[in-house]
C-alpha cells in the first residue's frame, strides 16, 4: 500500500493513492505492482506507462478491486479488515489509537471488531465471522458487486456517448443542518451552508445502495473519471457533453480540465476538502459542544471551498484557460524562456496581470540580455572584433566547441538572444537611458534595430526604414560611447562603429591641419547624407571644448556654481589604527603633524592626527570603541559633535582604509548646504557652528558618493584644523614639497547618475571628458568626466568602468574591493616632481610608499618625439630614471607618477603631478578666483590659480598596463 495523503482531521493514513498523480484509490479499481512493495497506480497512469524510480513499466502486477463488500461483519468491509490487520501489525496490539485512524474507524470500534472477530473466537486463531453474517452467501455479494460496478461503468460510457443522458444527484436533508442554516444565516460566506457541505461530501460506507437490507455496495460516483469535469472524490458525477458549452472545444477541455457548464475542474484545488465532513451527521442527541465542533468543521470545509473557488476565479480572470493564447506565446518562445517563464508564474497570485507581465517580460530580456553578452565576451576571447569576423569564422567551420563540461544553462542562454526582445519596453529603457530633453518626444517615434550577429546582412531592415531611432543597446562599440553619442548615434542613425570611423577621420584631419571646417566634413570619403554630415560637424563642434587635448583648445568656463566653492580645505581618512597610519603618511608624503584630537585631550571617542605640508592637510581618524560603552555618549569630549563611532566601524569594516570626508572651504557652510540639499543632494549633517579661542568654522555635509560625504566648510578660524582639536607643532625632518591637492577622483558604478548628481547639488560645469578609446588598453578601460568649480581650483573627476572587454576593468575591482563608490586616489601637486619623487623612493625601504612598475623602454623611447622641446634631454633622461610617466597637450607638460595601494585593500592610493608650461587660466577664472578671495579668508590665493592642463590622456594606458600587472600579481583579476 502506497503512503497516503493527508486528509485534514481526519488523516486516513489507510487510504490507497496512486503514487505517480496521487489520485484517492481507496474505493477504485486499480494496479498494484507485484515487484515494487507499497506501489500503486491508478488506471490512467498504469495505460501510459508511468513509473518512478525504483519501479519500471515492465514489472509485473495484479489488479485491486472494490473490496467494499462484507466478509466477517455487516459494517466492515473486506477492505477495512484488511486495513484493520495492517494496523494492528504497523502499530501494535495496544495501540488503537493510532490502529482505529489507520482503518478510518472509532478507537474503541477498532478494538471491539478486532477482539470479537479475530481473539475471543472458537477457532482462534482463525477469525470468525459475526453472527449477523448467518445466512449470507459471500460469494454471491462478491458477485452482485462486481455485476454492478461493471453496470455502472458501463452506464457511465453510455452516458458520455449519449446527449440525453442526464446525470440525477440525490438530495437529501440531515437533522440539525437546516436549524442551524436558520439560525447562522449563511455566515461563513456567500454561497456556504451546512446544507452545501452536506450536498458536496463523499458517500461514506454506510450511505452505499442496498443489497438483501444487509449492506450498501453502490459504488461511489468517482469510479468513473470524467476527462471533462470534476469527477473526483467527494463530488456528483460528471456532467455529459451536450452541457459543455459549444465555445469550449473537446480538445481543450480535455487539455483544461475545466467544464465550463459546471465551472468545475477535473481536478479541483484542495480535492479532499469534503474528507473532514464526508461522514458527519447532525443528530438529535448531540450535545452542544458536538454540534459547536461539527459547525466549527463546516466553518473549515467553506474557508477552504473559498480558497479553491479563488483559485478558480483567478485562471478564468487571467485567462489561462485560452490554451491556443498560451501555446503561440511557447512557440514565440525559447525552450529555456519557457523553463524561466513557467517558474515566474508562482509570483503571478502576487501581482495584477500588467505587473506581473512587466516583471516577466523583464526578466526575460534581462536574460536575453545576459545571454548576448555572454556571446559577445565569447567572441571577444577569440579575438573577433567586427561581425564580419564572426560570420567568416563560422563559415569556415573552425570555431572552437564548447568544453564537454560547460553548464548546460550556457547554451540555454546563448539561444534566448534569438527571440526579441519587446518593442515598447526596450524603445522606453533605451530613451531613458539617454536623459536627454527631446527622449520626450522621440517615445511617440517608431524604432528600428539591427539584427544580432548576422554582420552586413542584418543591415537590411536598418537600411529599409528612415526617420525612426536606432536601437544601438547590443551593437557592437556602442559600450565605448558617450551618453551625448549615443544620443546621436540613436536619433541619427549611425551606427556606432560607422560613427567611431567618421570620428576618427575628423580627429586625423584635425591633427593634420590644426583646424576642421565644414567642408573638410563633407569631403571624408563616408556614404552619407550631406545634411547629417552638418549635424556631425555641429555636435562636434560643440564637443570640442571638452576634449582636453584637441588641437586648437579653448577653454571656456561657463561659471555655473550655484554658490561660491573656494578650494579644498582637507581630506579626512577613516581607518583602524590612527596612529601609524598617520605616521606612515607622514613619512611617505613628508607631512608634518599640526593637531590632534585623542584621549589625551580628553577625546573619549576618537583618536585623529591632522598631517600637513602648505596647503595639503590629511586628517587620520580612527573610533576607540562600538555601541554601548562610555565613547557613545554625547559628553565623551569630542571636538565634533556628530561623531558616531558606530558608523565609523562599519566604514572601516566595509571599506578599510579610506577617505570619509573631502572638506572644501565655501562662502557660507550653511547657504551651500540648504542650496545643494534643495537641488536634490543627499543631507548628513546641518549646520553647526564649532568655535575655541582661535575662532570659529561652520561646518555641514551632504553625500558626495557612496559613503564619502563633501563637507563644507566657512568662518574666520586661524588654527590648524577645526575648533576642538589642539594645536601640535611637531614638524617632519623631511619636507617634500607637495603643495596642494590638486583633484581627487571617485570611482562609481554610473557616471551618469553621479554626474547629474553632482551638477544638479554644486553646479559645478563640465571641465574634460574620457572615453574608453582614450583611457584604457585592449583590455579594460574607463569611461570619465571631470567636474570643476568656478576657479577650477576643486576638481573632481569621476570615473566608471567599461563592460564587455576581455578582462574586468580597474574600475570594476575597486568597486568590488571596497564594497561599492569611493574615492579612489589623490592627486597631489607639487612645483618640482623630480626632487619629491628623489625624497620619497629615499624612504621607500624604510616605510614609505612603493610605486607602481615603471613604463617600459619602448614608452620612453618615443617620448622625446611626443614632447618635443617641452622638456630638455636633462628632464628626460631623470623621467626614465625615476620613473615618471610624461604627457603633452596644447595646455601644456604633465608629469605624474603613482603609488601603489595604501591599505590592506587595493583601493586608495596617491598620485605625484606637476605641470609645466600650462596654459594660463581664462579671464573669468581669475576675477572668480580673485573675488572670492576678497571675500573669504580662507579661499584661494588667486596666484595659485593656473591652468590646470590635461590629466594624462596619453598616459592612461601604460597606467593601466601597470594596474593590470599589480592585480594579475595579486590574482584579483
Not at 579644498?568 to 601609524?580: I, L, M, W
Not at 591632522?610 to 560603552?629: D, E, K
Request: hydrophobic letters at 40%; proline letters at 6%.
Amino acid at each position: 500500500m502506497a503512503p497516503p495523503v493527508p486528509l485534514g482531521t481526519r488523516t486516513g493514513r489507510g487510504l490507497y493513492h496512486c503514487d505517480y498523480c496521487h489520485k484517492d484509490l481507496s474505493n477504485a479499481l486499480h494496479i498494484r505492482c507485484a515487484v515494487c512493495p507499497d506501489f500503486d497506480l491508478c488506471l490512467d497512469c498504469f495505460s501510459v506507462g508511468a513509473a518512478i524510480t525504483p519501479h519500471s513499466s515492465d514489472h509485473a502486477y495484479k489488479v485491486v478491486g472494490n473490496l467494499s463488500f462484507p466478509i466477517y461483519h455487516p459494517e466492515w468491509g473486506a477492505d477495512e479488515e484488511i486495513l484493520l490487520v495492517e494496523g494492528v501489525e504497523l502499530y501494535g496490539l495496544g495501540n488503537w489509537e493510532a490502529v482505529g485512524e489507520h482503518v478510518g474507524r472509532d478507537p474503541g470500534e477498532a478494538r471491539a471488531h478486532y477482539m470479537s472477530v479475530y481473539v475471543e473466537t472458537a477457532c482462534f486463531p482463525d477469525p470468525q465471522p459475526s453472527p449477523a453474517m448467518a445466512g449470507v452467501d459471500i460469494q454471491a455479494l462478491i458477485d452482485a458487486h462486481r455485476s454492478t460496478t461493471l453496470n455502472k461503468m458501463a452506464s457511465a460510457r453510455i452516458a458520455l456517448a449519449s446527449p440525453a443522458a442526464t446525470p440525477r444527484v440525490k438530495s437529501e436533508s440531515t437533522p440539525g443542518a437546516a436549524a442551524w442554516d436558520a439560525a447562522n444565516g449563511g455566515a461563513m460566506g456567500p454561497g456556504h451552508s451546512p446544507q452545501r457541505a452536506a450536498d458536496s461530501r463523499a458517500p461514506s460506507s454506510a450511505e452505499r445502495a442496498p443489497l438483501e437490507s444487509v449492506r450498501k455496495l453502490e459504488p461511489e460516483a468517482n469510479i468513473l473519471q470524467d476527462p471533462l469535469g470534476a469527477g473526483v472524490a467527494g463530488t456528483p458525477a460528471a456532467a455529459s457533453p451536450a452541457e459543455i458549452g459549444a465555445k469550449v472545444a473537446l480538445a481543450e477541455a480535455q487539455q483544461t480540465g475545466y467544464n465550463l457548464k459546471r465551472n468545475e475542474f477535473e481536478q479541483e484545488y484542495d480535492h479532499e476538502a469534503e474528507c473532514i465532513i464526508s461522514e458527519m451527521e447532525f443528530r438529535e442527541e448531540d450535545s452542544e459542544e458536538v454540534v459547536a465542533q461539527k459547525l466549527e468543521l463546516i466553518a473549515i470545509y467553506n474557508r477552504r471551498l473559498d480558497e479553491r473557488d479563488q483559485r478558480r476565479a483567478f485562471i478564468l480572470d487571467r485567462g489561462l484557460l485560452n490554451v491556443k493564447r498560451q501555446a503561440a506565446m511557447d512557440r514565440r518562445r525559447s525552450a529555456a524562456e519557457r523553463a524561466m517563464a513557467g517558474q515566474l508564474r508562482a509570483f503571478a497570485r502576487y501581482l495584477p496581470q500588467a505587473q506581473y507581465e512587466a516583471l516577466a517580460d523583464g526578466m526575460l530580456a534581462e536574460a536575453r540580455l545576459c545571454a548576448r553578452i555572454a556571446e559577445l565576451q565569447e567572441y571577444r576571447a577569440l579575438g573577433l572584433r567586427t561581425f564580419e569576423e564572426v560570420d567568416e569564422l563560422e563559415a569556415s567551420g573552425d570555431r572552437p566547441r564548447r568544453k564537454e563540461n560547460a553548464p548546460p544553462s550556457q547554451a540555454a542562454r546563448m539561444r534566448l538572444n534569438r527571440v526579441p526582445i519587446d518593442e515598447a519596453r526596450l524603445q522606453e529603457h533605451l530613451l531613458s537611458g539617454l536623459g536627454f530633453a527631446h527622449a520626450a518626444m522621440s517615445l511617440h517615434q517608431k524604432r528600428t534595430t539591427v539584427e544580432e550577429g548576422r554582420g552586413t546582412s542584418g543591415l537590411a531592415a536598418w537600411r529599409g526604414k528612415r526617420g525612426t531611432l536606432l536601437d544601438i543597446t547590443a551593437l557592437p562599440d556602442a559600450e565605448v560611447l558617450l551618453q551625448q553619442e549615443r544620443h546621436l548615434c540613436a536619433s541619427e542613425r549611425y551606427l556606432p562603429a560607422q560613427y567611431l570611423a567618421i570620428k576618427a577621420a575628423v580627429l586625423e584631419v584635425q591633427e593634420r591641419r590644426g583646424v576642421v571646417t565644414p567642408g573638410d566634413v563633407t569631403a571624408l570619403p563616408f556614404k552619407v547624407d550631406v545634411q547629417r554630415m552638418l549635424r556631425l560637424y555641429d555636435f562636434f563642434s560643440g564637443q570640442a571644448r571638452k576634449l582636453v587635448g584637441a588641437k586648437g583648445f579653448q577653454r571656456h568656463n561657463p561659471l555655473t556654481d550655484k554658490f561660491p566653492i573656494h578650494r579644498f580645505h582637507h581630506f579626512e581618512f577613516y581607518c583602524g589604527d590612527a596612529t601609524n597610519t598617520s605616521r606612515r603618511f607622514g613619512l611617505g608624503l613628508g607631512l608634518s603633524q599640526v593637531a590632534k584630537s585623542d584621549q589625551g585631550t580628553g577625546n573619549q571617542k576618537f583618536a585623529s592626527y591632522v598631517m600637513r605640508s602648505n596647503q595639503l592637510i590629511f586628517t587620520f581618524t580612527a573610533p576607540y570603541n562600538g555601541a554601548g560603552g562610555e565613547a557613545s555618549g554625547p559628553d565623551a569630549g569630542s571636538p565634533v559633535p556628530w561623531y558616531d563611532v558606530d558608523a565609523a566601524h562599519t566604514f572601516n569594516r566595509n571599506h578599510g582604509l579610506g577617505v570619509r570626508a573631502v572638506g572644501i572651504v565655501v562662502e557660507d557652510a550653511a547657504e551651500a548646504f540648504r542650496i545643494s540639499t534643495a537641488n536634490g543632494g543627499i543631507p548628513v549633517q546641518p549646520p553647526t557652528r564649532l568655535a575655541d579661542a582661535r575662532g570659529s568654522l561652520t561646518v555641514s555635509e551632504i553625500v558626495l558618493y557612496g559613503d564619502v560625504v563633501l563637507r563644507f566648510l566657512s568662518g574666520d578660524y586661524s588654527g590648524s584644523y577645526l575648533p576642538g582639536y589642539e594645536e601640535e607643532a611637531r614638524p617632519s625632518p623631511r619636507c617634500f614639497g607637495i603643495r596642494r591637492a590638486d583633484h581627487a577622483v571617485g570611482n562609481v558604478p554610473d557616471l551618469g547618475a553621479q554626474v547629474d548628481y553632482l551638477t544638479r547639488a554644486l553646479g559645478l560645469h563640465d571641465f574634460a571628458e574620457f572615453t574608453a578609446e582614450d583611457v584604457g588598453t585592449i583590455d579594460s578601460g574607463l569611461n570619465s568626466m571631470v567636474l570643476a568649480s568656478n576657479n577650477e581650483m576643486v576638481l573632481l573627476p569621476v570615473n566608471e568602468p567599461t563592460r564587455g572587454t576581455r578582462r574586468k576593468s580597474q574600475i570594476q575591482t575597486f568597486l568590488e574591493q571596497n564594497g561599492g563608490p569611493g574615492l579612489q586616489h589623490l592627486a597631489l601637486k607639487t612645483d618640482d616632481v623630480f626632487a619629491t619623487l628623489r625624497a620619497m623612493r629615499a624612504v621607500g625601504d624604510a616605510g614609505g610608499f612603493e610605486f607602481m612598475p615603471r613604463p617600459s623602454d619602448a614608452y620612453y623611447r618615443d617620448l622625446p618625439s611626443k614632447v618635443g622641446d617641452a622638456l630638455t634631454p636633462e628632464q628626460l633622461s631623470e623621467a626614465e630614471e625615476l620613473g615618471l610617466l610624461v604627457d603633452r597637450d596644447d595646455q601644456g607638460v604633465l608629469l605624474q607618477i603613482f603609488t601603489k595601494p595604501l591599505g590592506d585593500r587595493p583601493t586608495v592610493f596617491v598620485e605625484i603631478i606637476q605641470r609645466l608650461c600650462h596654459i594660463q587660466p581664462s579671464e573669468e577664472t581669475l576675477r572668480a578666483a580673485r573675488a572670492t578671495a576678497q571675500a573669504c579668508p580662507l579661499a584661494a590665493n588667486p596666484d595659485e590659480v593656473g591652468g590646470c592642463g590635461g590629466f594624462g590622456k596619453g598616459n592612461f594606458s601604460e597606467l593601466f598596463k601597470s594596474i593590470e600587472v599589480y592585480e594579475t600579481d595579486l590574482g584579483i583579476n
